[in-house]
């Protein structure tokens, strides 16, 4: 008999981890080891069973899923992660595919696209649709952003002055401002209102619910 696919669950959701495992469940060759709710649950339920795929949510408090994908990944290299997210953004596209996920998919899949997407997945191949393909090819020509940088760009999201930055930075605000110089160049936009809104719309900034 041919050995199931093991399977983490790792959602802070509890209804949808308990759908996913009935969805999951009905395929013989699939077999849910076990489910996670947050970072230190995920961490410790991938040591102990080293499942062979991890199907992940992105946005869960504290360490969200990208820190797990890339712990993950810092255990195993050669880990198969399936994201499951209610969000289909470029800039969290990107970062997972770059942080080595292997498929992206949105929660309101259906089953059988679920289950064919997992066994693509185990098979070696790269689960994504081709309008991801499209978003993670075009972010992939667009320079990155610096840490700081981004943590400059939350900040003028908020509505925060280059004055308000320096002194939360504990730097001059022509330092700032030549940082806010190099962001808009690499967002390509004019103006704050204009760096905000594609902040935003392509996910690298993320408002808290």
Same mark, same amino acid.
């Given at each position: 008999?041919?050995?199931?696919?093991?399977?983490? %669950?790792?959602?802070?959701?509890?209804?949808?981890?308990?759908?996913?495992?009935?969805?999951?469940?009905?395929?013989? =060759?699939?077999?849910?080891?076990?489910? !996670?709710?947050?970072?230190?649950?995920?961490?410790?339920?991938?040591?102990?069973?080293?499942?062979?795929?991890?199907?992940?949510?992105?946005?869960?408090? +504290?360490?969200?899923?990208?820190?797990?994908?890339?712990?993950?990944?810092?255990?195993?290299?050669?880990?198969?992660?399936? %994201?499951?997210? @209610?969000?289909?953004?470029? #800039? #969290?596209?990107?970062?997972?595919? *770059?942080?080595?996920?292997?498929?992206?998919?949105?929660?309101?899949?259906?089953? #059988?696209?679920?289950?064919?997407?997992?066994?693509?997945?185990?098979?070696?191949?790269?689960?994504?649709?081709?309008?991801? /393909?499209?978003?993670?090819?075009? &972010? &992939? @020509?667009?320079?990155?952003?610096?840490? /700081?940088?981004? #943590?400059?760009? *939350?900040?003028?999201?908020?509505?925060?002055?280059? /004055?308000?930055?320096?002194?939360?930075?504990?730097?001059?605000?022509?330092?700032?401002?030549?940082?806010?110089?190099?962001?808009?160049?690499?967002?390509?936009?004019? =103006? /704050? !209102?204009?760096?905000? +809104?594609?902040?935003?719309?392509? +996910?690298?900034?993320?408002?808290?619910?």
């Amino acid at each position: 008999m041919t050995k199931p696919i093991t399977i983490l %669950i790792v959602d802070d959701h509890l209804m949808f981890r308990v759908g996913i495992r009935s969805v999951l469940t009905t395929q013989p =060759d699939l077999q849910v080891v076990a489910e !996670a709710k947050n970072y230190v649950e995920a961490l410790e339920a991938y040591r102990l069973y080293t499942p062979d795929l991890v199907i992940l949510d992105l946005r869960m408090p +504290g360490r969200g899923g990208l820190d797990i994908l890339l712990d993950i990944h810092m255990i195993r290299s050669d880990a198969k992660t399936l %994201i499951l997210s @209610s969000f289909a953004n470029e #800039e #969290e596209i990107y970062q997972t595919k *770059k942080a080595g996920a292997n498929g992206y998919l949105l929660k309101d899949v259906g089953s #059988e696209e679920l289950i064919s997407g997992i066994h693509q997945i185990c098979r070696g191949q790269i689960c994504l649709s081709a309008d991801m /393909r499209a978003l993670v090819a075009e &972010r &992939r @020509s667009m320079p990155d952003l610096t840490p /700081r940088e981004v #943590e400059i760009l *939350k900040l003028i999201v908020k509505g925060l002055t280059n /004055r308000e930055i320096a002194t939360i930075f504990g730097t001059s605000q022509n330092t700032i401002r030549n940082q806010t110089i190099s962001i808009f160049a690499k967002l390509e936009v004019t =103006d /704050r !209102a204009e760096a905000a +809104g594609a902040a935003l719309q392509r +996910g690298i900034v993320i408002l808290d619910a």
